[in-house]
C-alpha cells in the first residue's frame, strides 16, 4: 500500500519560506512513470496544482506560482519536498502531496492521482 506523509511547520510568518516534506512509503518515487505533485487548497477555495516532480527528477510548476515555488527529491529518503517562497496570508492553505501515473500538467482533479497524503495545514501569520 503506497503511503504519503506530509510534515513540516504549521505556522509560517510573512515573507519567510515555507517548506515542506512528503515522505513515501510502498513505492519508489524514482520508480519509472511515478509522478509527484504537490497541490493545495485554501480556505472557500478549490484545488490548486502547484507543480510536480517525475520519476527521473523532473520537475514542472505553475506560470503563477514559478518564481516563488522549488520542488525537489532525496531518492535515499524517499522523499520529496516543497518551498514556497516570500510567503504571504493568501498561501495559507492545506498542502497535499499526490502520486500519479501520468503527467499531468496543471491538473489538480482527484481522480487524476492514484494516491494522497492527508495533507498538511500551513498558516502564514506574524
Known amino acids: 500500500q503506497v503511503q504519503l506523509q506530509e510534515s513540516g511547520p504549521g505556522l509560517v510568518k510573512p515573507s519567510q519560506t515555507l517548506s515542506l516534506t512528503c515522505t513515501v512509503s510502498?513505492?519508489?518515487?524514482?520508480?519509472?512513470?511515478?509522478?509527484w505533485a504537490w497541490i493545495r487548497q485554501a480556505p472557500g477555495k478549490g484545488l490548486e496544482w502547484m507543480g510536480v516532480?517525475?520519476?527521473?527528477?523532473?520537475?514542472y510548476y505553475s506560470p503563477s506560482l514559478k518564481i516563488r515555488t522549488s520542488i525537489a527529491r532525496d531518492t535515499s529518503k524517499n522523499h520529496i519536498t516543497l518551498q514556497l517562497l516570500s510567503v504571504t496570508p493568501e498561501d495559507t492553505a492545506v498542502y497535499c502531496c499526490?502520486?500519479?501515473?501520468?503527467?499531468?500538467?496543471?491538473?489538480?482533479?482527484?481522480?487524476?492521482?492514484?494516491?494522497w497524503g492527508r495533507g498538511a495545514q500551513v498558516a502564514v501569520s506574524s
Open positions: 499526490a502520486k500519479s501515473k501520468k503527467l499531468s500538467l496543471g491538473a489538480a482533479g482527484r481522480n487524476l492521482y492514484d494516491f
Open positions: 510502498g513505492a519508489s518515487i524514482a520508480t519509472m512513470f511515478n509522478y
Open positions: 516532480i517525475s520519476y527521473s527528477g523532473s520537475t
